[in-house]
């Protein structure tokens, strides 16, 4: 079982629908949550992060966190064909020297 | 700032050349990573150095080798490539190790033939 599961898509939503993205992990100690979003033939970009349970609001973005079921989601709301990409969910993993460990990414497409 | 620089952007391998990835941060961080990334495989950590003088392997660290060569700058090298190497490899940083936002490099996209 991967430590970080991820629902690979494509994710397919109209624009100005709410784009739910949902993320498992194994390691029931992590402590730090990441959502980057990754452009095609691009490098990955840092949208959000959250460490406790409950949500984190930013802009047309929400990160869910439930700790107690290994779950962590982002919702895009308003979403935008310039939202359109994909998404890589990151957790501290617990290994040696605490590095993050990446999920394989959901594929987001927002259809005009 | 530039943030995270690689170089080179692409390159072309035979089996059994070898060659150096670049990176560089001019953020002050203290840890820096290599990862590559494969179809529908997310990042994995090949290497990664905690702080200046100091290195450790990740996941998949077997047929590479780096090097801290100071604060700013981390490289990885590819003594005798394998067509399994064939990857887009991004170098990325951050403040601190593990918790700590890292930021990436644009990517270096290998091909070994």
């Known amino acids: 079982q991967k430590e970080v599961e991820q629902n690979s898509g494509p994710l397919s939503v109209p624009e100005g629908a709410i784009a739910s993205l949902n993320c498992t992990y194994s390691?029931?100690?992590?402590?730090?949550f990441f959502w980057y979003r990754q452009y095609s033939g691009k490098s990955p970009e840092l949208i959000m992060s959250?460490?406790?349970?409950g949500d984190k609001e930013d802009g047309r973005f929400t990160a869910q966190l439930n700790k107690a079921s290994q779950y962590v989601s982002l919702l895009i709301r308003d979403s935008q064909p310039s939202d359109s990409a994909t998404y890589l969910c990151a957790v501290n993993g617990h290994n040696a020297g605490n590095m993050l460990t990446f999920g394989g990414g959901t594929r987001l497409m927002v259809k005009p | 700032n530039a943030g995270v620089t690689q170089t080179p952007k692409f390159q072309v391998l035979k089996t059994g050349q070898s060659m150096t990835l670049q990176c560089a941060q001019d953020?002050?961080?203290?840890?820096m990573y290599w990862y590559r990334q494969d179809p529908g495989m997310g990042l994995r950590l090949i290497y990664y150095?905690?702080?200046?003088?100091?290195?450790d392997k990740g996941e998949v660290p077997n047929g590479y080798n780096v090097s801290r060569l100071n604060k700013r700058e981390f490289s990885l090298r590819l003594e005798s490539a394998a067509p399994s190497q064939t990857s887009v490899y991004f170098c990325?940083?951050?403040?601190?190790?593990?918790?700590?936002?890292?930021?990436f490099g644009p990517g270096t996209r290998l091909t070994v033939l």
């Open positions: 959250i460490y406790s349970n």
């Open positions: 953020m002050n961080h203290n840890s």
């Open positions: 150095s905690a702080s200046e003088g100091t290195t």
């Open positions: 390691d029931r100690v992590s402590q730090s």
């Open positions: 990325a940083s951050s403040p601190a190790r593990g918790t700590d936002t890292q930021y």
